[in-house]
C-alpha cells in the first residue's frame, strides 16, 4: 500500500512542476513582449520629430543671402546717383569759378569815365563810367572822387547801396550820383569853384587802386561845399540821381 501511495504523488509532483514551468515561460514572453512594445513606440516617436535637415538650413540661408545681395544692389544704385549729383555739382562751381576769374576790378586803366551836371536834382552831377577793356569788371563801392586835389573824400549815401556789385561787360556803362553843394538852403560851408577832379576806385577788399579817372569838367568848373557826398555805383543812371 506504501508503494501505491507514493506513485501517484510523484507523478502529481512532475504534472505540478511541469504546469508551473508553464507558467513561468508564459509570463516571462508576456514581460519581454511588453518590453518590445515600448521599444517600438519610443523609436517610433523619435522618427516622428526629425531635427532639421541641411537642406533646410541652406534654403533660409538662401534667401538671407539674396535679401542682402538685393540690398547691396540697392546701395549701388544709390552710390551711383549720388555721384552723378556729386558731378552737377562740380560743373556748377566750375561755372562760377570761370566767371569769377574773367572778372576784374574797374579801374582807369579798363574805363571811360564822364562827369555831366544836370539840371534835375539841382546841384548834382552825373558819373558815367564805361568798360573800354575785354574783360567783364567790377565797381566796387562807391566813387572816391577828389575835387581839386583834396586830401579827403567825401561820405557815401548809404540809403544808395544795391543789392550787389554793379558788373559791367565790355562797352556796358555803370553811373553814380554826385551831390555837390547843400543848394538853396545854405547848410552847406566852405563854398568854392573847383576845375578839376580825379575818381578813385576801390577792389574788392576796400584798397583803392590806380589808375585814377581824370573827366573833364565844364570850362567854367563845378560849384562844391561841404556837404558833398556821393552814391554807390549804380547800373541804372536814373536810380543814381534819386538820392
Known amino acids: 500500500m506504501s508503494a501505491f501511495t507514493a506513485r501517484p504523488r510523484t507523478r502529481l509532483f512532475a504534472a505540478a512542476t511541469v504546469a508551473l514551468a508553464a507558467l513561468s515561460l508564459t509570463a516571462c514572453n508576456d514581460k519581454l513582449g511588453v518590453q518590445d512594445e515600448g521599444a517600438a513606440t519610443k523609436t517610433s516617436s523619435t522618427t516622428q520629430a526629425p531635427a532639421p535637415t541641411a537642406t533646410q538650413t541652406d534654403k533660409t540661408g538662401g534667401r538671407t543671402g539674396g535679401s542682402s545681395t538685393g540690398s547691396g544692389t540697392k546701395g549701388s544704385g544709390g552710390n551711383k546717383t549720388s555721384g552723378g549729383s556729386g558731378s552737377g555739382s562740380g560743373s556748377s562751381s566750375g561755372s562760377g569759378s570761370d566767371t569769377s576769374a574773367s572778372s576784374v576790378p574797374c579801374s582807369g586803366a579798363n574805363t571811360k569815365v564822364t562827369a555831366q551836371t544836370v539840371k534835375r536834382p539841382i546841384n548834382h552831377m552825373l558819373l558815367t563810367v564805361t568798360n573800354t577793356g575785354s574783360k567783364t569788371c567790377d565797381l566796387y563801392y562807391y566813387p572816391a572822387v577828389s575835387f581839386e586835389d583834396a586830401q579827403s573824400v567825401p561820405p557815401v549815401m548809404k540809403d544808395s547801396q544795391p543789392q ?64 558833398l557826398r556821393v552814391t554807390y555805383w549804380l547800373s541804372d543812371a536814373q536810380d543814381a540821381l534819386t538820392y
Do not use: H, M
Not at 576806385?201 to 584798397?207: A, G, K, S
Not at 583803392?208 to 561841404?226: K, R
Open 164 to 227: 550787389a556789385v554793379t558788373t559791367l561787360t565790355p562797352g556796358q556803362s555803370g553811373y553814380a550820383g554826385v551831390a555837390l553843394s547843400g543848394g538853396d538852403n545854405g547848410t552847406g560851408t566852405n563854398g568854392r569853384t573847383a576845375k578839376s577832379l580825379s575818381v578813385y576806385f576801390f577792389d574788392r577788399n576796400n584798397n583803392s587802386i590806380s589808375p585814377a579817372a581824370t573827366p573833364a569838367l565844364p570850362t567854367e568848373g563845378v560849384y562844391i561845399d561841404d556837404s
